[in-house]
């Protein structure tokens, strides 16, 4: 167990994850005042999703040429500026690039982190390793509504201080600089290119899509949503927390009953099956802000199994840099959710008012369903 490694990886990205935390919301709530709407909100935040499919599969050739930590270190660097860049620019179209280089840098980010905590870690240990880092990755995620609620939108100072978390991601990656991964070599059995990967396993990669859509797609447009319910900002803030604390308590007993399974296409199944009481069980007690926050504690904890657990299952078939590869695929996937989850999301409010936001994103849980169904009765063929 290369415990220096691991906690580089994780300590670097849980800082970036709370920044996201402070700054998907932030930036919601700041279109939301200057009277955008919902579509236009979540079409830009949409566009961290294309950024996630155009980086995806660029992060292991550079890795393989740069190398793991010097790469980190520049996407770093260039996810700072871009965030603090929103606060600056005078145009909303100018957001748009903004969210593309900020989304860039993260995608690029969580691949080479997830392939370092990979590579790290022991084979019959992989889920629990995962596990933690998905629970303290959470915990960053949790922080950052958290924070948001307590200094709120307006001025520089959510801007400066999401700049502050990210750089401070830059101090563990230096400090394991020696026991970075090395992925230089050529990838074994890489026939097909990087698009083989996306196909290798259907189940987890359909499972982090649908994970990607209604993550990205609530974090933004669940601040709409709890202001047109009546929800002032900052309660709307501590729901979110309350999605990040459930992550926090699951993902270590989801990771641990993962490495006992035999087939974990059970366990992704009944995630996405809990993912879709909770968001029908939604609108009905929307007025009730403690039955909400304990339903969307239990709901995100178990939904957030999606990728934990279709990491863990990617990781166990494959190594080196394909599995560096297999990662990318695995992010890319999760950005085409991001692209399709935060659009359908901002449209079905449009379109069906507030509770249009629970039943998309119900039909993202049943659509996985069918799927899982489907394989887990064999009748779409090879696993």
Request: proline letters at 5%.
């Amino acid at each position: 167990m290369r415990w220096l490694s691991i906690a580089a990886a994780i300590a670097s990205i849980s800082v970036v994850g709370m920044a996201i935390g402070l700054g998907v919301p932030l930036l919601s709530v700041i279109l939301e005042t200057r009277g955008y709407s919902a579509t236009m909100i979540g079409a830009n935040t949409a566009i961290a999703g294309i950024a996630s499919i155009v980086a995806a599969p660029f992060a292991t050739p550079l890795a393989a040429r740069f190398g793991v930590v010097p790469l980190m270190l520049a996407m770093i660097l260039a996810g700072g500026l871009a965030f603090v860049g929103f606060y600056f620019v005078p145009y909303f179209w100018m957001w748009f690039p903004l969210r593309a280089g900020l989304h860039f840098a993260l995608t690029v980010l969580f691949i080479l982190s997830e392939f370092w905590i990979s590579t790290s870690a022991p084979a019959h240990r992989r889920g629990l390793i995962l596990g933690i880092y998905a629970t303290v990755l959470s915990l960053g995620f949790a922080f950052g509504p958290w924070l948001f609620a307590q200094i709120g939108s307006a001025g520089f100072a959510p801007f400066g201080i999401a700049f502050g978390l990210i750089a401070l991601a830059a101090i563990p990656v230096s400090l394991a600089w020696r026991e970075s991964p090395d992925i230089a070599g050529s990838a074994h059995g890489s026939s097909g290119g990087f698009a083989r990967y996306i196909w290798l396993v259907p189940t987890a990669t359909a499972a982090v899509l649908v994970f990607g859509a209604v993550e990205t797609g609530g974090f933004a447009l669940f601040p709409v949503y709890g202001a047109r319910i009546g929800y002032p900002e900052a309660d709307a803030a501590l729901l979110l927390t309350a999605v990040g604390l459930g992550n926090v308590l699951l993902q270590i007993p989801l990771g641990l009953v993962s490495d006992r399974m035999r087939d974990r296409r059970i366990l992704l199944a009944l995630c996405a099956f809990v993912g879709l009481i909770g968001v029908l069980a939604l609108p009905f007690v929307a007025g009730n802000w403690r039955m909400s926050a304990a339903i969307l504690f239990v709901w995100g904890g178990v939904v957030a199994g999606l990728y934990t657990v279709g990491l863990a299952h990617l990781g166990s078939k494959l190594s080196g840099r394909d599995l560096a590869s297999a990662n990318a695929a695995f992010v890319f996937c999760y950005g085409i959710g991001m692209l399709i989850g935060p659009q359908a999301i901002g449209i079905g409010m449009d379109i069906a008012g507030p509770n249009g936001f629970a039943w998309t994103l119900a039909l993202f849980f049943a659509a996985y369903l069918a799927l899982a169904a489907v394989r887990l009765a064999g009748i779409a063929g090879r696993r």
